[in-house]
DNA sequence: GCTCCAATCTGGTATATACCAGATTATGGA
DNA sequence: TCCATAATCTGGTATATACCAGATTGGAGC
């Protein structure tokens, strides 16, 4: 029965979808298990993995260590040329934020940050390591290194809400211009064990270096999300 | 030998990645093939693909259809906030470009399109599919829908440079604010095959959607690129 | 030197079968 | 009722083994 045209597991992941369909399953609800699944749609658990890992890359299910396939919610829409605190726009968009401070430390400048920076080796630097939820599902990790001589004593504060917003009420910081880097990368170490996903999973770094009307370097925030978390959305241009 | 800490494919992957080093493989250069490798690492074939698709996920090798694993050349950085030729901007970079236009036809604009552009649906729009390489390796495909209205006889000119240079140089049209979308996606159906790549294969989904000085639609872009083929780059705020 | 076709090489697909490790659930005792 | 622990369920890893289909190569015949 249906021959050369179209791999078996192509066809699989046309009548899971379907299935997906029909049953209105939808964010965040969970799938059979694979075993299940394999039985139910009469083929092996390795072909259904396969199945499953391609509706995973296209964004329609997720995966939760060990527990099981779930429901991808919809995207959350980000413009990383604002300063809009991460609380603000996903409440905006009708979905429950929160954040949660993983580390926060005083260290030293390494090497490459330097590079970035202008800045010499071994200069204090705040580093703090946040995880970010959207109803719940972590969808993102974030560094920040933030320059202390503009903002002494940040590390004090509570960092699970905005810090550019702290940054801007406490301390009069407004950044000026930024260097803004996006670009596909897979999830790895430390990021992919933070973000309880398999290492090499598909995700997106956003890279955004922040500057004073000085000239003199504020912030470099670091953020890892997963793939199908979020979409870029940006107007660039005169008016509206 | 070696304990749970680790399972066997991320150990090969590292082997590999050192391997590669060693061995000085470079841009574009092609690995052994998988029975060879599986034979030399001491394992099978499944795994050493497993440890393969890691590598692919992280960026360091591509795969060519049937033909082989390479490694990936660096990335090409790209700003679609500017309106620059992708001409321009990849030999400004030691890369060389090259352009086919798969095909081009007036058509009809179907209901997605208008409802982004608020033009009614069966308004002629132009409508460009073309494929761009850097260095002979195609890293995207590109859909563009323009405005007939704006530029009556545009597709009795060849449209393998840049789209937007004949706009404005032909017709004295220039973009006056746009929308823009980026998200990472799975490439499939026909931008998959376009490019050669397996269906579901990562990929970087860039959507710039532009209208002219009073407000009407000139342009709509979506640009389907490699995960491992871009890195966008832009500039926000005041000097620099 | 050229063209065409067959042999061969490559990755792609598919099945069967284990066992492992973390997460969840059930159970039984305090 | 609560808590610790054991049983069970889940996806994750690993190996072996076919065969398929497109790409490349090599050689025969012109």
Redesign the pocket.
């Known amino acids: 029965m249906s021959r050369?045209e179209y791999?078996?597991?192509l066809q699989l992941r046309d009548r899971l979808w379907t299935w997906i369909e029909q049953e209105q399953l939808c964010s965040q609800q969970k799938?059979p298990?694979?075993?299940?699944l394999s039985e139910r749609f009469g083929?092996?658990?390795?072909?259904i993995?396969?199945a499953l890992s391609q509706l995973e890359a296209e964004g329609l299910i997720f995966?939760s260590?060990?527990?099981?396939?779930y429901i991808t919610p919809e995207r959350l829409r980000y413009d990383p040329s604002r300063d809009i605190g991460f609380n603000h726009y996903v409440t905006e968009q009708g979905f429950s934020p929160r954040t949660e401070t993983l580390f926060k430390e005083l260290t030293e400048m390494p090497p490459w940050l330097s590079e970035i920076t202008g800045l010499p080796v071994g200069t204090p630097i705040y580093h703090v390591f946040r995880r970010r939820y959207v109803n719940e599902r972590g969808l993102l990790v974030e560094h920040n290194f933030i320059n202390p001589a503009k903002c002494p004593g940040l590390l004090s504060e509570s960092t699970d809400l905005s810090i550019w917003k702290m940054l801007k009420e406490q301390y009069d910081l407004v950044p000026d211009h930024r260097d803004i880097e996006i670009y596909p990368l897979a999830l790895k170490g430390l990021e992919a064990e933070s973000l309880n996903v398999?290492?090499g999973t598909a995700g997106l770094y956003i890279h955004r270096l922040s500057f004073d009307q000085e000239g003199e370097f504020l912030e470099l925030d670091r953020e890892y999300w997963l793939h199908d978390a979020l979409k870029i959305s940006v107007h660039v241009g005169s008016r509206h």
Do not use: M
């Not at 260590?65 to 396939?69: E, I, S």
């Open positions: 050369a791999p078996v597991y799938l298990s694979e075993r299940e083929t092996t658990r390795v072909t993995r396969q995966r260590n060990r527990r099981g396939w398999n290492q």
